[in-house]
């Protein structure tokens, strides 16, 4: 039934394809305001220096010059803020640098803002910043976390008395018993390993276009954001001083964002006060280049981890030490991706007893770091299934058969990292992995490599991850600074069609088409009756936007509470048209009815009395059908799956080629099969491309090597393989409306482990005992631990 | 500044343009095309492929006065004019080709000249043939599932569905 009407568990055409497909998309660069002028940052091209002299004299004379800015415009200017603030092991906060618009005194990486020149052309604008005259006293640069950290390191914030952001344990009460537990152990396996910085590259570069009216003293900026309701909030009441009701943000169809899209940048709150202060509009596009040496970068852990087990193979303890790079300032999130977002996933699916993590998180002269597709949780995972792996290759046991005996397999379940996990099912998943990848035929498969020379190797992983950020009062005593609820308003027009308007945005998830399934399965309608809004603070109330694959948990729960609402009201009115008790109406197939009698009235009919309320309960309700939902989650929501890789590699080049990917996850209930495959496969490709090809790179003076995809290994076609994923195994959530867990991240965070995994099982098949190579798995590394 | 004159999309175009201006910035900003798109500035990403006189080509890799009296053809172009999707725009939604949208165009321009010299491409010719395109969200899969379906091929038993 529901498939009839695209509902619920209905793989429904994507209806934001058409645009797409025909170049009728509605990106931000795609916006052209009246009369805009465009902008140019010069940005420090040395990672480290003071400012001594920043002459615009020459630049300003430039043809089409309107206004070059510097720090010295922007000093009475808020800083941008950082969102989250964490507690150190010793209960005082971090250190928190400021951060101007742009930069005051120094410049702190390669790619810092130093000036701004405004235009009439994008040339004129970049030819101008040519010719500001800048003089940089060279400091040394701080680049390598733990020299960052020696006494005699300089000092990236000079006010701060060190680069230690916070050095942070978790949880802290349990640490003597960690250490005694791991003291005591019949074993103790170690590793130690990088999670590599990464670069988000959405293919859509940032664009930013403030746009300021006089006349009404109402700002508008237009920009690639993930939650433009979050922006608003950050750049008006932090940065400009502006209040919400002076300031419309809009973040119209945006290419991709995984993460790097969720912060406020600087950019953005430039054209925002440029705007007003050249009374003209004002837009800025990124170049590929400049997106690598100004968008958050993702990742950079260095990891020591130990995993105890008892002479029987339990888990009994997990000690950490990570260190994690902040780059030069405090991204908008930055400090609870080490934290909150990677300590708390430290059991896994593992009933591992007593975990002790600790994290020294460190200021260097390199871009902010900040939340990457995953955000901690990959880093968590990549650890744990790594140790996991080296533990059962050292105790000679079957990795499969060793996750197997440690699984939780009762729920809830609470770890001893804070979390609790609702529901879930590991051996059913595995289960599913198991037959869906054909391990048993692998032996077989790997003669049949051998024979053509090649290494074959099979690497498995199980993750679980935390999504639905976030029960506000949770994430609050915390640190974090906002609440993480998600917002809705389901309008019906008179006529019985549906407005709903989310806080979520989509920006590649397909919300436009999930939604109204949902709806569509409430009300018994068809999906083509609804209509998404989303992406403008102006048609949709205050909500946190989509990251941490909270759209559908979050976002969607919302929305079926105020969908609840709207039934519930409308309800009533059909009870006053047939005359009936309120308690004996039903909905069903887009018919109220009296339970037990033939009468119904169509849901056209009551929408339409709600508005045309001629015969209508006035003295009871109001007219209009239209209500507005808050939801808090009153925990996260907790995906988890195991995967299974196989690869070759080529002993003479070193090089790895997957040849078979199998993806088995229980993301609870599904809307819509075809899109979470998809999400699924696009997660995996990055999760691969960090496996096997992604790094970025910077040289010790602080110059980044990787800043274009000349030299930043993007994941291509040819990359990577076809993929076969299963959602079969469903153990939905206990706690949202729809039993829903969330989706998006879930291939960036369980497919890097099975690829290294793989990658060690094929050494070890050719008598090469490599323990770790570090990622990228590139073919210099591999061929180098095989040969050294 | 001199004048560039080309068929775009069947329809003439002309404009004044700088000696640097490149195709893809005339098409977008002249042309108000906003449908080819710039990913990059070291023509990697293939967001930017139209078809020049039918050979796909990175249009930031032109400059528009090269392209003076050629016959352009963008993702604008594709669909009929009635706003039936082409076979490929077909098979992209119908497999769920593309997420963000960002690469799409690029990746529909890049198909349409793959299948026009190699109508029955094997899953390895299509991954090496986009070797210029990339796309963050799909992990590909779906993209090389469509151009197959595109062509004719049966693509129900590859995985996942
Ligand atoms: S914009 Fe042309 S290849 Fe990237
Ligand atoms: S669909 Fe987003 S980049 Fe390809």
Known sequence: MPKDHEGIGASSKRREDVRFLTGAGNYTDDINVNGQAYVHFLRSDVAHGRLTKVDTSEAEGMPGVIRVFTGADFEGVGGLPCGWCVTDRHGQPMQEPAHPVLAQGKVRHVGDPIAAVVAETAEQARDAAEAIEVDIEDLPAVVDMKAAL??????????????????????????????????????????????????????????????????????TLYTTSQNPHVIRLLMGAFVLGIPEHKLRVVAPDVGGGFGSKIFHYAEEAFCTFAAKAVNRPVKWTSSRSEAFISDAHGRDHVTKIELALDKDNNFTAIRTETYANMGAYLSTFAPSVPTWLHGTLMAGNYKTPLIYVNVKAVFTNTVPVDAYRGAGRPEATFQLERVIDKAARELGVDPIALRRQNFVTEFPYATPVAVEYDTGDYNGTMDVLEKMADLSGFEARRKESEARGKLRGLGLNCYIEACGIAPSQLVGQLGARAGLYESATVRVNATGGIVVMTGSHSHGQGHETTFPQVIADMIGIDADMVEIEHGDTANTPMGMGTYGSR?????????????????????????????????????????????????????????????????????????????????????????????????????????????????????????????????????????????????????????????????????????????????????????????????????????????????????????????????PVSPARVWAAMNA | MPQVSMTVNGKPASGDVEGRTLLSSFLRDTMGLTGTHVGCDTSQCGACVVHVDGEAVKACTMFALEAEGAEVATIEGQAAPDGTLNAIQAAFQEHHGLQ????????????????????????????????????????????????MAASGQNVGAIAAE
């Open chain 1, 150 to 219: 020696k006494d005699d390191a300089t000092k990236v914030h000079d006010d701060l008395s060190s680069n230690l952001c916070y050095d942070w344990g978790f949880v802290e009460e349990n640490r003597e018993a960690v250490d005694k537990a791991i003291n005591e152990a019949a074993h103790v396996t170690t590793l130690e390993l990088k999670n590599q910085r990464l670069v988000a590259n959405p293919m859509e570069p940032r664009v930013a276009v403030g746009d300021f009216n006089r006349a009404t003293g109402e700002h």
């Open chain 1, 551 to 775: 759209s559908i948990a979050v976002g969607g729960s919302a929305m079926v509470r105020a969908a609840e609402k709207v039934i519930n009201k409308a309800k009533k009115i059909a009870a006053h048209l047939m005359e009936a008790s309120e308690a004996d109406i039903e909905l069903k197939d887009g018919q109220f009815s009296v339970a037990g009698t033939d009468k119904s009235v169509a849901w056209g009919d009551v929408t339409l009395a709600a508005y045309v309320p001629h015969n209508y309960p006035l003295d009871e309700i109001e007219p209009g059908l239209e209500e507005t939902a808050f939801y808090d989650p009153s925990n996260f929501t907790y995906p988890a799956g195991a995967y299974a890789c196989e690869v070759e590699v080529d002993p003479e080049t070193g090089k790895v080629e997957i040849k078979r990917f199998a993806a088995a996850d229980d993301f609870g209930n599904i809307i819509n099969p075809m899109i979470v495959d998809g999400q699924v496969h696009g997660g995996i490709g990055q999760g691969i491309g960090q496996a096997l090809l992604e790094n970025c790179v910077y040289d010790e003076s602080g110059q980044i090597l990787s800043a274009s995809f000349m030299d930043y290994a993007m994941p291509r076609a040819d990359d990577v393989p076809f993929y076969d994923v299963d959602h079969s195994s469903q153990t939905p959530c206990t706690h949202n409306p729809l039993g829903v867990k969330g989706c998006g991240e879930a291939g960036a965070i369980g497919s890097p482990p099975a690829v290294v995994n793989a990658v060690i099982d094929a050494l070890h098949s050719g008598g090469h005992k490599v323990d770790h190579i570090d990622m």
């Open chain 2, 100 to 147: 963000c949208g960002f690469c799409t165009p690029g990746m529909v321009m890049s198909a349409a000249a793959l299948l026009k010299d190699n109508p029955k491409p094997s899953e390895a010719e299509i991954r090496d043939y986009l070797e210029g395109n990339l796309c963050r969200c799909t992990g590909y899969h779906n993209i090389v599932k469509a151009i």
